[in-house]
């Protein structure tokens, strides 16, 4: 299937319809997601889940996924991108459709636990097109990267924001009922925005297509980003992937350790309802979601800059005053301001990634991947524990992991950089294109 006229969209606006729609299939498929977090009081009186194995619930599925990451980005060198992401979102809406009909503990886990399975073989196959789309349009991958976080948390925010405004009409059950239909919606989407493409050529480095050349949107000239992409080039591959990824464990770590301590410590020592706890991670989301979207001119303007220290810095202020705050309007506040600097890190991260040749995306965003999303394994489990230990003491041991976090930006800066110095054209590079 292909979009009405696709045929004859080989300029830069059918390509950037296509992003719209691949950005568009991104945000749908991820309104399911933050719909269970409003419901972790229901996990454990409808389910009889306790604190630890709601944790094991969020965090099964973040292992699944981490662990499906690097299969997905090798079938993405080997197959296309297309193909995987179509072939992940399907397993992750027959999951999600599952979880509605859910009646023990036992099955919620396992729900979770293919659910993660489904997003971590599409996760490497939807980066990858983003950055495809973006270097056709025009835009450049560094700023496409920052739309497709805004896309997935648009969708994420629109699950609680739509559970406070159902509050009392929408149930468990129908919530994850509508997620499941529209996730084959934005599987859809994704197979009308791509077109069936020839099998990718196998590289002799990673086994994907062979890496291309970045050139000027003119078509002539010195390529726009040539001397930082060689930079990169020149950088080992295995540590810098390691690296990017360990500073996108420690920021997930939080984030994911907050979807469970924040209703906890909210609706518990703080005396706040589920509807506010709604609202106010409606509100943290979408500030979230704002930021991704200049994320990509903003890390691109901070090349001189130790961004990612900087914004780790941020969180473990943040950490440290919803610590020590008796008053939920604080804890809110506090909560906000460090969903206002967590995507920049989330950009920065996959921009560098996104500037490597085509043939070696594929894998280094699956083991990329694999490694951050380690941190939404440990967050809940080690949150949620120590929240039984500790009670609110728990953020003040996130503010140390942020610390660590700041300290490794600012060792690892040289390498975070060398793609955008000196890439002052103001210009996105534009790379040919590949196959879906």
């Not at 499941?180 to 002799?204: D, I, Y």
């Not at 921009?351 to 939404?376: H, T």
């Amino acid at each position: 299937m292909r979009l009405p006229g696709q045929a004859r969209m080989n300029g830069r606006a059918g390509v950037r319809l296509r992003l719209v729609a691949l950005l568009t299939a991104v945000g749908v498929a991820n309104v399911a997601y933050t719909v269970l977090i409003p419901f972790v009081p229901t996990l454990n009186s409808l389910f009889q889940m306790s604190a630890v194995l709601i944790g094991v619930a969020f965090a099964g599925f973040a292992a699944a996924k981490a662990l499906s990451q690097p299969l997905g980005g090798w079938l993405v060198d080997r197959i296309g991108g297309r193909t995987i992401a179509i072939a992940g979102l399907a397993v992750t809406a027959l999951a999600t459709a599952a979880l509605a009909l859910a009646t023990t503990s036992a099955q919620v886990v396992a729900c979770r636990f293919v659910w993660g399975l489904g997003e971590g073989l599409a996760m490497p196959a939807l980066y990858r097109l983003t950055a495809q789309l973006g270097n056709e349009s025009g835009h450049g991958s560094d700023r496409t990267l920052g739309w497709f976080g805004t896309a997935a948390v648009a969708g994420m925010t629109v699950g609680p924001g739509l559970i406070a405004l159902l509050s009392g009409v929408i149930d468990f059950r129908s919530a994850f009922a509508g997620g499941a239909l529209l996730t084959v919606l934005a599987t859809a989407l994704v197979a009308l925005a791509f077109r069936r493409g020839e099998r990718p050529k196998v590289s002799p480095v990673s086994g994907g297509p062979p890496a291309t050349a970045e050139r000027s949107p003119a078509g002539g000239g010195p390529p726009a980003t040539a001397e930082g992409a060689e930079r990169l080039s020149r950088l080992p591959l295995i540590p810098l992937v390691l690296v990017l990824g360990v500073l996108d464990l420690a920021n997930n770590a939080v984030y994911a350790a907050l979807e469970p301590l924040f209703p906890l410590h909210g609706t518990g020592p703080l005396g706040a309802g589920e509807q506010a706890v709604s609202v106010s991670f409606f509100l943290g989301l979408a500030v979230f979601a704002v930021f991704s979207w200049v994320g990509g001119r903003i890390v691109r303007l901070s090349r001189g800059f130790p961004l990612a220290a900087a914004v780790f810095a941020v969180q473990a202020a943040a950490l440290a005053l919803a610590w020590v705050t008796g008053s939920y309007g604080v804890f809110t506040a506090a909560f906000i301001a460090l969903m206002a600097v967590q995507p920049l890190v989330y950009v920065n991260m996959r921009a560098v990634i996104g500037r490597l040749g085509e043939g070696r995306q594929g894998w280094a965003f699956g083991w990329f991947g694999m490694v951050s999303d380690l941190g939404w394994v440990a967050g809940p489990i080690a949150a949620t524990a120590a929240y039984q230990v500790l009670g609110g003491g728990s953020f003040a041991l996130l503010a140390v992991v942020a610390l660590a976090a700041s300290a490794l930006g600012a060792a690892a800066f040289p390498w975070l950089r060398a793609p955008f110095r000196q890439d002052s054209s103001g210009t996105p590079p534009v790379q040919e294109t590949a196959s879906a």
